[in-house]
Each structure stands twice: as C-alpha cells, then as structure tokens.
Nanobody, 115 residues
Framework: QVQLYETGGGLVQTGGSLRLSCVAS????????KGWYRQAPGKQREVVAT???????NLADSVKGRFAVSRDTTKNAMYLEMNSLRPEDTAVYYC?????????WGQGTQVTVSS
C-alpha cells in the first residue's frame, strides 16, 4: 500500500513563502497524486488544489495566483509552492493520492502564518 509523507510546514510571517513536499513510497506506477487539502482549526477540510485524470491542476479561488502545484515523477513527489501567505492560510495541509482505487492521505503538515 502506498504511503504519503508530507514535509515543509512551519511558522511564517504574512507575505512569506513555504514549499510543502509530499513523497510517496512504493512503485510510482501504482498511484496518482490527486492534490492538496487543508483543514483549519474548527473548520472542515477544504480543497486547495486538485489534479484530474488528465493531469490538469485546478487551484481553489482563494489560492489562485499565490499557490502552485508541481510534480516530480522521478522522486515520487508532489509539491505545493505557497507564496504571499496570509493568516487565513493557517491550517494543516494534506496531500492525497489514488492507489488501486483507494484514496490515500498523508499525515498532514502544519502551516502557521502570523500577522
């Protein structure tokens, strides 16, 4: 079973940047990265970015122009580049992938943006 490991979270000031990484274990032909979600305290998990079956990336309106998603198949990795961070971006960020019809989630990485 594929496992996902996220790193790169931390504390940053408003306007700062962070790059989150999501690395998958296992054979790269057995899974597809599907995107990033986040969950702020007391709120439901929300979509940050999705990757459809055609490989197209869609960003949530709240992060368009500030966040970007990229992938490196040679490293089994997906990245979330976050710029111009705002306090409302504070959340635990999760990557997810589809592996043999099973949705797999990482453990999450905390991003905190101070005002």
């Amino acid at each position: 079973q594929v496992q996902l490991y996220e790193t790169g979270g931390g504390l940053v000031q408003t306007g700062g940047s962070l790059r989150l990484s999501c690395v998958a274990s296992g054979n790269r032909f057995t899974f597809d990265f599907k995107g990033w979600y986040r969950q702020a305290p007391g709120k439901q998990r929300e979509v940050v970015a999705t990757i459809n079956s055609g490989g197209n990336i869609n960003l949530a309106d709240s992060v368009k122009g500030r966040f970007a998603v990229s992938r490196d198949t040679t490293k089994n990795a997906m990245y979330l580049e976050m710029n111009s961070l705002r306090p409302e971006d504070t959340a635990v960020y999760y990557c997810h992938a589809l592996s043999r019809s099973v949705l797999v989630w990482g453990q999450g990485t905390q991003v905190t943006v101070s005002s």
